[in-house]
């Protein structure tokens, strides 16, 4: 299919990537996408002899070649050892096999999943130019032959991302048959004069509302329109616990362009989100 053709999930054999992986196979199955399980060896200390090192890769490609062997076999999987920084040879391996998606889980759970976010995981979507679809949820996921979207919350900052953002989430509401809901978050305005401050943001969503309906007439976008008030990542988690949304999409950005509203805000959107975010 020419949506998403290969997909990259990095494992490092934790129990998040368990689920990470099996989160992925349903993933790439459904798209009938190439599946890659990606480690990336940390490089050995300078002192150590050659034979060592020699074992060392062996042990690790044989923990690679029996991860989740018996759940994932039968589907179109390569798995891939590498040696390096594990951010910078994600990302380079992601541009050279042109993959449509890198799949990774984020660290941190519980009150400090909201102060968290993997430094691996910051760095690739700081610096990949590929969707990527992460979350602190998926390593519940059970090992079943399906999953459901039913829900679809597209998250927009009206800037030269939103388009794209949203043809993918109409991409994924094509597949799955989902609800989709596309979001603006606008900036509370502190108390001022008395009634001004009702009287403006009555101005700023009124605006809001008509950049949405112009961005749904551009793109042929069947969606419910929300614009509420507020910090973007707390606005966007309420609005996705609200639904409940399955998965939110939003505007990442390329990294070498300026860092929109959004992308500023997308750590704290993936930290905070009560389900698995694609940022694209």
């Not at 995981?121 to 679809?133: G, I, R, S, Y």
């Not at 990542?233 to 300026?258: M, Y």
């Amino acid at each position: 299919m020419g949506f998403l053709s290969r997909i990259v999930a990095p494992v490092e054999f934790s129990e998040r990537c368990v689920g990470a992986a099996r989160y992925a196979k349903l993933v790439a199955a459904h798209f009938q996408a190439e599946l890659v399980l990606l480690h990336v060896l940390s490089p050995p200390p300078r002192e150590m002899e050659a034979e060592l090192q020699r074992q060392r890769v062996a042990r690790m490609e044989q923990q690679l070649k029996t991860f989740l062997a018996d759940e994932l076999c039968g589907a179109s999987i390569r798995r891939v050892l590498l040696e390096g920084d594990p951010a910078r040879k994600i990302v380079a391996y992601a541009h050279e096999e042109q993959a449509g998606l890198i799949l990774m889980p984020t660290h941190g759970f519980g009150p400090f999943r909201r102060f968290i976010l993997g430094s691996n995981t910051a760095k690739v979507l700081h610096d990949v130019d590929c969707p990527v679809w992460t979350g602190a949820h998926m390593e519940g996921t059970p090992a079943g032959p399906a999953f459901p979207i039913k829900n679809i919350l597209c998250a927009v900052d009206l800037g030269p991302q939103s388009g794209k953002a949203l043809a993918w989430a109409m991409e994924l509401q094509k597949q799955f048959a989902a609800r989709l809901t596309l979001l603006h978050a606008t900036l509370s305005i502190p108390s001022i004069a008395k009634g001004a401050e009702a009287n403006w943001n009555i101005v700023v969503r009124n605006a809001a509302q008509k950049e949405l309906e112009l961005l749904q007439n551009q793109t042929g976008a069947v969606a419910d329109c929300v614009v509420e008030a507020g910090e973007p990542a707390q606005v966007i988690a309420g609005v996705a616990s609200r639904l409940p949304a399955d998965v939110v999409v939003i505007g990442r950005g390329s990294a070498a362009s300026e860092f929109g509203r959004l992308r500023t805000n997308a750590y704290a959107v993936i930290r905070q989100s009560p389900c698995p975010v694609v940022s694209v």
